[in-house]
T-cell receptor
Framework: QKEVEQNSGPLSVPEGAIASLNCTYS??????FFWYRQYSGKSPELIMS????GDQEDGRFTAQLNKASQYVSLLIRDSQPSDSATYLC?????????FGAGTQVVVTP | DAGVTQSPTHLIKTRGQQVTLRCSPI?????VSWYQQVLGQGPQFIFQ???????GRGNFPDRFSARQFPNYSSELNVNALLLGDSALYLC??????????FGPGTRLTVL
């Protein structure tokens, strides 16, 4: 069993719609969770951090954390073509980030 | 402010050779971590250093080694290269050990 799991996609989203990405993790000791965006051929870029249960919003992005269910999600509102990328979920385990394989998002005009 | 820098950008080596990758963290950041990313997968943790001390090591063979210098820059060394070592090598820096910011990476190709 992988420590962090994500649906690989691709997730096709019409422009202007909401993209919903999900992630589950197995290490109950993880306290910090992150979403990274990675464009093809580029390095991961940190877009959201979340440390406590509930929602964390930043612009068009909302991260949600449920530690009891070991579940993290990312919502992208008003999706734009520039949001087309692979989104990586990461769980912090004593300073070591455990990554999922990523979900590819394709925003269609 | 300058972000994380890595050198070289690309590297081509042959099997059995040795390689050294370099990383300079964001100014003020004292922790550096190294990750390997192969195509289609998420980054895999290799090492973490904080204040020049190794804080963690991932499930990689002893051919992989690293160190951190007094100015907090870091090197990753890989000996006896294998074809399977071909990957994007990422360096990340953080102020403590939580939010990690990645550099552009070094693309290593082993022939």
């Amino acid at each position: 069993q992988k420590e962090v799991e994500q649906n690989s996609g691709p997730l096709s989203v019409p422009e202007g719609a909401i993209a919903s990405l999900n992630c589950t993790y197995s290490d109950r000791g993880s306290q910090s969770f992150f979403w990274y965006r990675q464009y093809s051929g580029k390095s991961p870029e940190l877009i959201m951090s979340i440390y406590s249960n509930g929602d964390q919003e930043d612009g068009r992005f909302t991260a949600q954390l449920n530690k009891a269910s070991q579940y993290v999600s990312l919502l992208i509102r008003d999706s734009q073509p520039s949001d087309s990328a692979t989104y990586l979920c990461a769980a912090d385990s004593w300073g070591k980030l455990q990554f999922g394989a990523g979900t590819q998002v394709v925003v269609t005009p | 402010d300058a972000g994380v820098t890595q050198s070289p950008t690309h590297l081509i080596k042959t099997r059995g050779q040795q390689v050294t990758l370099r990383c300079s963290p964001i100014s003020g950041h004292k922790s550096v971590s190294w990750y390997q990313q192969v195509l289609g997968q998420g980054p895999q943790f290799i090492f973490q250093y904080y204040e020049k001390e190794e804080r963690g090591r991932g499930n990689f063979p002893d051919r992989f080694s690293a160190r951190q210098f007094p100015n907090y820059s870091s090197e990753l060394n890989v000996n006896a290269l294998l074809l399977g070592d071909s990957a994007l090598y990422l360096c990340a820096s953080s102020l403590v050990v939580n939010e990690q910011f990645f550099g552009p990476g070094t693309r290593l190709t082993v022939l």
